[in-house]
């Protein structure tokens, strides 16, 4: 049986926002609103130290598909919402979620509500709730328009492009759905739609600087064992007991 | 009773919303452990990869977008590319939002209200795009009528390199103007003068990465902007482990956060910095003998303050090192440096050493936080004769020219340029170029640079010189400094086209708004440009359906002019562009559609029907080469220039620029004047032989220290797509990957000792004053910038464009504050750049 994970090599990654820029395009993820980010894959952004000794330190985020997870057992639903796979993945399945946020609530990376400390990198969530009032995608359903006659409404550029979003990337869904509906919460899925088909997830196939690995830790020919094996390494909030599957090594920055 | 979605949402419904979330945890449902399950089947999008290319930054990267059912959805480099690696930088991704923005325009327009100015509402009207052509070519046929055609200008703003032939290089040509102009003055074009003026290659450098033991990132941020940025991000971990990566900028960039050495260099000093780094690199003996060559006996002579015998010294690739020394360097200690810099001289040293020590496998990489200020040129100079300094100048791991790729001309035009357009010539452009204190002497030839952000300055001085003006893809009235006068002066053009994706700012004084295609999604080209040691030909073509009534600017709009044209009585444009043959079956188009596809394959075909076989990518027909998407030279080769192959005046890498020497005094002859009184009508301050060699020239600036105390650093954002893309959700939402910023927001840094000082907290609003204008926005206290600075993004701001970059597009009321509202106009004369850079403007923080 795997155990995927990930890995983050804060060296390699110079914090430019593809990751998250291709997570959003990959999964459909709405623009934030009430507090909650849609955003699966965010960063810790810190500036550390007084002027001139500063340093910057950019720590991508997202589901670390804790091996003990939290969100799971604070599922209150039978059979779970949010359940593991054999593979070690954390996964959702939306027909099943009542949108009680307990595992919201549960998970030591996410808040009920974010705050503004998340505009500026200083808290973020990985688990965010859609609504239960409204549109799953409002940015896409207005009808309200600029200059009449001569721009267009959002949802008359959905229309016109032909799907509920115009880039809307339309997976085969399994439990998770291409768009979630009002009601429910989300999180990264691993791009489980993916890599159980033997894609790497977008975040990692989008990374210039190839600081992300994902594959199988338990493996010991896998990249991921291997560089785990290799290089120190640390998870977030290691104390929680959670036991995250996504790990980080290096250094972001080289005066640290 | 097992809890399940249907029961718990009946409950919930039944007593009125009974949500977990605030409930007494003894009241909650009592929860279990794992659950493991295996998931439902699930598979990725079906679609297909087409090819395209990037145009969000002057890189100009071969990409491909993902189009699942007509729809663009994702963007990822092109895997071919040996320039990007298949990857794009964030940029990239935001291509799909920006194509379906909905407050793009969908038809062409026309303004109802003759007024015009700054908030004042055009009243815009949705009409054809027949009648709009005929509104225009109405316009241009009464210029020609009236023996006026010079009174035509055309400012183009982003544009494809091939396609740029057919407006640019045709329209004013064939209708009669001089007055056409590029956007590039308002970039970086200032940059171009350090390699220019010593090596004789006036154009964006290239860089070893893969091979790089030392890279220095000056005045730029190349993980962020500038150039080949997926490339920089690609090499920068390598870098990092196995050389030193020294960051020169007076803001913690994304370079300098990562970086070993992070010199937070007072703005405008540039050229100190550089010297004394020269300094040390002599006195120490660092310097790279195989360039740059050694003293006769041997013995270093190099000595703080003292002169050396010129003939004591032999260069082997370099002209001009001991008179170089000799002028400026003798006197650069790092302890003297300190004084104008405020870096400590033993960072100078450590840094200094370090560049030695990798030589010359060091990439300076000079961007231009150097080179875009009223004194730019001599500071772009100094810091690239660096590299020389070092040998790292077409040498592996080191600072290359330019690579290319063979393109397809077009047919000439100049059997169809009539004695009225021929009589255009003798008409001066606008732009000031070539006025005795207006050098602009691109390519080390006076006059021949354009001015861009003196355009408006003409257009107010003689406000007839231009009656229609057609403007693409550009927006004037936010991306130039002190944008008020571009305000004025297109108030006071009787009659302006523009050709735009957005109501932009300059939009807001169009008379008639022709609706452009988003043409990395849409529109059909050819894009060259090199990077990674490689040149390149991308294709750029429709990956999806287009949604709306919009035309590409640059090949179906000026067919559709043309044929116009030709009905009103003027048919050479027309009849030119009707010439055009496929290279393939020699077919002539008969349509705006054909007429850019067979333009598109003119371009192109040396690539892929090469009448000899091509060194670079095999590429089997025009089919293939839309398929591929492009086309990559061969790999680079090393030392272009050496064996005294330099394109300078001595053939030779240029300590002492005979280049320049040569070129100014052409100027100041033409003027009858010395050079000396060249540059000091100019604002530089050298004189004599000193001007001849790259130097420290001190910041000029606008506005006193005692009245505007803090000195403005502007800087690029990464998720700018030049001014573009502020309209899209995501890069609001990701605006904080831009160190210090604010997601959603526009905030000013200022380090918190200045905030003590002042009683100013984050989040506070803040009037930001220059001599210029000014601006209303947050202010954040950040470590990242020194004392006595602020520092502020350039992208937000905008007045106008759509109602995510502006607050209140009805309004005109800006989310945040455009920078260039408070930069002042000022030009670097020696290339014609506009100034930006350097801390040429202070200003004064209140709370607003």
Redesign the interface.
């Known amino acids: 049986m795997a155990r995927l994970g990930m890995v983050i090599?804060l060296?390699?990654?110079?914090?430019?926002?593809?990751c998250?820029?291709?997570c959003?395009?990959?999964n459909n993820t709405r623009?934030?609103a009430g507090g909650q980010?849609f955003?699966w894959a965010d960063?810790i952004?810190k500036?550390?130290?007084?002027?001139?000794k500063?340093?910057?330190?950019?720590i991508p985020v997202s589901c670390n598909h804790c091996t003990?997870?939290p969100c799971?057992?604070?599922?209150?639903?039978?059979?779970?919402?949010?359940?593991?796979?054999?593979e070690g993945?954390t996964?959702h399945?939306n027909?099943?979620?009542?949108?009680?946020?307990?595992c919201q609530?549960a998970c030591p990376y996410s808040q009920?509500e974010l705050t503004d400390a998340?505009?500026?990198?200083e808290t973020y969530s990985v688990i965010s709730f859609n609504a239960r009032e409204g549109d799953a995608q409002p940015?896409w359903t207005?009808t309200s328009?600029?200059?009449a006659?001569?721009?267009?409404?959002?949802a008359?550029?959905a229309k016109?492009?032909?799907?509920a979003t115009?880039?809307?990337?339309?997976?085969?869904?399994?439990?998770?759905q291409p768009i979630r509906k009002a009601?429910i919460v989300e999180k990264c899925t691993f791009c489980?739609?993916?890599t159980?088909?033997g894609?790497q997830p977008?975040c990692v196939?989008?990374?210039?600087?190839?600081?992300r690995i994902f594959g199988d830790q338990d493996d010991p020919n896998s990249e991921i064992a291997k560089v785990l094996k290799a290089e120190k390494s640390f998870r977030l909030q290691e104390k929680k007991g959670t036991k995250p599957n996504v790990h980080y090594v290096g250094k972001?920055?080289?005066?640290v | 009773m097992k809890l399940t979605r249907r029961n718990f949402i009946q409950a919930s419904a039944g007593s009125g919303g009974l949500l977990m979330l605030g409930m007494p945890v003894a009241a909650q449902p009592v929860t279990n452990a794992m659950a493991l399950r295996k998931g439902k089947p699930a598979a990725a999008a079906k679609g297909e990869w087409v090819s395209t290319a990037c145009q969000g930054c002057t890189q100009w990267c071969a990409i491909q977008i993902f189009v699942q059912d007509g729809r663009a959805v994702r963007v990822r480099g092109n895997p071919a590319s040996k320039t990007n690696h298949g990857y794009v930088c964030p940029r990239g991704h935001l291509i799909p939002q920006q194509t379906y923005d909905p407050d793009r325009i969908k038809v062409p327009m026309k303004r109802t209200n003759a007024q015009k100015g700054r908030g004042i509402d055009p009243k815009f009207v949705p009409i054809s795009w027949d009648e709009a052509l005929d509104i225009v070519a109405d316009k241009m046929m009464e210029l020609r009528k009236n023996n006026e055609a010079h009174k035509l200008a055309y400012i183009r703003g982003r544009y494809s390199p091939t396609s740029t032939d057919l407006l640019y290089g045709t329209v004013p040509k064939i209708f009669g103007t001089t007055n056409y102009f590029s956007h590039s003055a308002i970039c970086a074009e200032a940059e171009k003068m350090g390699p220019g003026l010593t090596q004789g290659f006036f154009g964006y450098r290239d860089y070893d990465l893969a091979n790089t033991q030392c890279l220095v990132t000056w005045g730029t941020d190349p993980l962020a902007s500038n150039r080949e940025v997926p490339n920089t991000i690609h090499r920068f971990g390598e870098i990092l482990a196995r050389g030193t990566v020294i960051a020169v900028d007076p803001r913690l960039s994304n370079s300098a956060a990562k970086a070993h050495e992070w010199l937070p260099i007072k703005p405008g000093t540039d050229g100190a910095l550089a010297g004394a780094i020269a300094h040390v690199l002599l006195t120490q003996g660092l310097w790279n003998k195989e360039f740059v060559g050694d003293f006769k006996d041997g013995k270093n002579l190099f000595v703080a303050g003292k002169t050396v015998d010129e003939a004591a010294f032999v260069e082997k690739e370099t002209s001009g090192l001991v008179k170089w020394w000799n002028l400026e360097l003798k006197d650069r200690t790092p302890a003297w440096a300190e004084k104008e810099t405020l870096i400590p001289a033993a960072q100078t040293i450590r840094v200094a050493r370090a560049m030695g020590k990798a030589a010359p496998k060091v990439a300076v990489w000079m961007g231009p936080g150097v080179a875009m200020n009223p004194r730019g040129t001599y500071a772009a100079m100094a810091v690239h004769a660096l590299n020389g300094l070092v040998g790292s100048i077409d040498v592996e791991g080191g600072t290359l020219q330019s690579s290319s790729v063979p393109v397809g001309k077009f047919p000439s035009a100049d059997a169809y340029v009539d004695d009225i357009a021929k009589a255009a010539s003798k008409h001066k452009k606008i732009d000031g170029r070539g006025a005795k204190d207006m050098p602009a002497m691109m390519g080390a030839k006076p006059g021949s640079g354009v001015v861009t952000n003196n355009i408006a300055n003409g257009m107010l001085k003689d406000p007839g010189a231009v009656k229609v003006l057609i403007s693409t893809w550009s927006n004037f009235n936010f991306s130039c400094t002190d944008p008020s006068r571009w305000d004025k002066a297109l108030t006071a053009v009787p009659f302006f086209v523009h050709l735009v994706t957005n109501a932009s700012e300059m939009t807001q004084f169009a008379d008639i708004v022709l609706p452009a295609t988003h043409n990395t999604s849409e529109g059909f080209s050819i894009v060259t440009n090199m990077g990674n040691l490689h040149g390149y030909a991308t294709i750029q073509q429709p990956v999806g359906k287009r949604l709306w009534d919009v035309k590409q600017e640059e090949t179906e709009v000026v067919w559709l002019l043309a044929e116009k044209l030709k009905a009103k009585g003027f048919p050479n444009l027309f009849d030119y562009y009707a010439s055009f043959k496929d290279p393939e079956n020699g077919k002539t188009p008969t349509n705006e559609r054909e007429f850019t596809e067979i333009a598109a394959k003119i371009s192109s075909a040396p690539m892929w029907m090469p009448k000899e076989p091509l060194k670079g990518d095999k590429i089997e027909g025009w089919a293939d080469f839309r398929k591929k998407g492009m086309y990559s030279g061969a790999k680079y080769s090393f030392k272009k220039g050496w064996g005294g192959r330099f394109n300078t005046a001595t053939k030779k890498f240029e300590f002492f620029s005979e280049t320049l020497k040569k070129g100014l005094t052409e100027h100041a002859t033409k003027h009858q004047t010395t050079t000396d009184d060249i540059l000091n009508v100019s604002g530089y301050v050298a004189r004599g032989e000193l001007a001849f060699v790259p130097h420290y020239e001190p910041p000029k600036r606008h506005g006193s220290v005692s009245e505007y105390p803090f000195t403005f650093i502007d800087y690029k954002s990464r998720l700018n797509r030049e001014g573009r893309s502020q309209n899209l959700p995501w890069y609001q939402e990701f605006k904080k990957v831009d160190p210090g910023d604010v997601a959603w927001d526009d905030v000013l840094k200022m380090n918190p000792a200045d905030g003590a000082k002042l009683k100013l907290k984050s989040g506070d609003t803040v009037r930001v004053t220059s001599m210029a204008g000014s601006i209303v926005t947050k202010l954040k206290l950040w470590e990242g910038v020194r004392p006595g600075t602020v520092a502020k993004c350039y992208g937000q701001g905008h007045w106008a464009y759509g109602r995510v970059a502006a607050k209140d597009y009805a309004k005109a009321t800006p989310r945040g504050g455009n920078n260039n509202e408070i930069l002042v106009d000022d030009y670097d004369r020696l290339s014609g750049a506009t100034a930006r850079n350097g801390g040429f403007t202070g200003v004064k923080i209140q709370k607003a």
């Not at chain 1, 060296?11 to 593809?18: A, F, K, L, P």
């Not at chain 1, 027909?95 to 307990?102: D, E, T």
């Not at chain 1, 972001?252 to 005066?255: P, V």
């Open positions: 090599d060296r390699r990654c110079v914090g430019c926002g593809n998250a820029l291709a959003k395009a990959e623009t934030r980010s955003n960063f952004i500036t550390e130290g007084k002027f001139p500063v340093t910057q330190t950019v003990d997870a799971v057992k604070a599922c209150p639903v039978t059979p779970k919402a949010m359940y593991k796979t054999p993945i996964l399945d027909a099943l979620c009542i949108g009680c946020r307990s609530m009920v998340s505009l500026s990198g940015q207005s328009v600029m200059l006659g001569i721009t267009s409404s959002a008359e550029t016109a492009a032909g799907a115009p880039a809307m990337n339309q997976f085969e869904a399994g439990d998770v009601g489980y739609h993916r159980s088909n894609l977008a196939e989008a990374c210039p600087a190839k600081a972001y920055s080289a005066r």
